[in-house]
């Protein structure tokens, strides 16, 4: 295949992928002017139009999907080999992306990155942390955190933290003018302060169990939030009663600047766990992040 043919299929990959002429641009390391002029010139030679271009976005065509198709896994696996030579170095090197939430980011996996980065200068991390689910292969993350129980069959797991509890809290100012609850359905007369998550397509509803009996329970109140960390500002300035993983308010718990309610009614769930596509070949510097992140009771 002459040059001029694999240059343009690497730049019609990037453009139709990140559907952005501008990213893909960046990518490549060209202007986007210069893209442009490629792409054209690619969808003239074939005589198809390769990508519908609006003033506010660009994707592939019909034609654009099905060549983004055949191509696709040929040029992935030359950059899975590609990669795969990094085990031929002395030192393992390469970049990794992740992504995660905020809690796990803190509690897991940066105490474990802080341990790991000054040994290996030459491996390098990106992580993005969201409050929704990614998805890692569209987003072309090499993987990501998630509660055990929310992983795709299809991902390989790897348990990286301890098992978890939820903690319903409230500071005792707040609790000095109001009935601690004493049942979920107690929250009906308390303030809470909810979480919104993009992916689950509203307000997240608090989860409870007892003696074997499930309850979930959308609560109301004057703040909706979609971090943990400004959650738990309004609980320990007395806005209401905030639901947070336990581990995170442990401190203000044991500090008396929280008070803790409907503790038995919080019992342990799978806790947090990397996940990658089980068809992802593991070079020398993500089995040593696996490693270091590895969960050892």
């Not at 893209?35 to 690619?42: D, E, G, P």
């Not at 390098?124 to 069959?153: C, K, N, P, W």
Request: aromatic share 8%; glycine share 6%.
């Amino acid at each position: 295949m002459a040059r001029r043919n694999i240059n343009s299929l690497l730049a019609f990959r990037a453009v139709a992928e990140e559907r952005s002429f501008t990213r893909a641009a960046a990518q490549v390391g060209v202007s986007p002017s210069a893209l442009s002029h490629t792409i054209r010139a690619l969808e003239e030679r074939l005589g198809l139009r390769l990508l519908t271009r609006t003033t506010r976005s660009v994707a592939p065509s019909e034609a654009g999907e099905r060549l983004l198709g055949a191509i696709g896994p040929h040029f992935d696996g030359i950059e899975a080999e590609l990669a795969a030579l990094s085990e031929l170095r002395d030192k393992p090197a390469g970049s990794i992306r992740i992504t995660t939430g905020v809690h796990a980011a803190q509690a897991i996996v940066w105490p474990a990155l802080a341990r790991l980065l000054p040994v290996y200068p030459d491996i390098e991390v990106e992580l993005s942390v969201h409050s929704g689910f990614i998805d890692i292969v569209e987003e072309r993350f090499d993987a990501g955190v998630r509660l055990g129980e929310t992983i795709a069959q299809d991902m390989v797991a790897v348990r990286i933290g301890p098992d978890m509890r939820m903690a319903a809290v409230a500071s005792p100012a707040y609790f000095s003018a109001r009935k601690p609850p004493r049942t979920p359905q107690d929250l009906a007369l308390h303030n809470c302060i909810n979480l919104r998550f993009p992916t689950r397509g509203g307000l997240y509803a608090w989860e409870f169990e007892k003696a074997g009996r499930a309850l979930n329970v959308r609560v109301e109140g004057q703040f909706v939030v979609n971090d943990i960390a400004l959650a738990l500002q309004a609980a320990l300035d007395s806005l209401g009663i905030a639901y947070l993983p336990e581990d995170y308010v442990r401190t203000e718990i044991e500090g008396r600047r929280l008070t803790r309610v409907l503790d038995s009614w919080c019992p342990p769930f799978p806790g947090y766990h990397l996940y990658y596509p089980s068809r992802r070949h593991q070079s020398p510097a993500f089995t040593l992040l696996v490693e270091a992140l590895r969960y050892r009771s």
